[in-house]
Nanobody, 117 residues
Framework: VQLQASGGGLVQAGESLRVSCAAS????????MGWYRQAPGKQRELVAL???????VYADSVKGRFTISRDNTKNTVYLQMNNLKPEDSAVYYC????????????WGPGTLVTVSS
């Protein structure tokens, strides 16, 4: 399984950005896909995830500003980020999870999002 994230960049506070995660296989083969982020000196944290049934979870810090969605025809998951804040600056990682006899997590290489004040 390969996950390729794209769309990061440098924006000013209040602006928007969309990051994409393209999977090498059908996204419904995963129980969940999501976005995590890691800022310098901090632990990686969940930003948003969407399950194969369509349930969505957001971190409290991004509720109302970020939206996770998917395009099944492109095997791609998106994270639309609006009203960005400097504290949103981090490397954003795409994640996919399969739960069977064991739980397997796949990670993409990450894309850098920098929000200037």
């Amino acid at each position: 399984v390969q996950l390729q994230a794209s769309g990061g960049g440098l924006v000013q506070a209040g602006e928007s950005l969309r990051v994409s995660c393209a999977a090498s296989e059908n996204i419904f083969s995963f129980n969940a896909m999501g976005w995590y982020r890691q800022a310098p000196g901090k632990q990686r944290e969940l930003v948003a995830l969407i399950t194969s049934s369509g349930s969505i979870v957001y971190a409290d810090s991004v509720k109302g500003r970020f939206t996770i969605s998917r395009d099944n025809t492109k095997n791609t998951v998106y994270l639309q980020m609006n009203n960005l804040k400097p504290e949103d600056s981090a490397v954003y990682y795409c994640n996919a999870e399969q739960v069977g006899a064991t739980r397997v997590k796949y990670w993409g290489p990450g894309t850098l999002v920098t929000v200037s004040s």
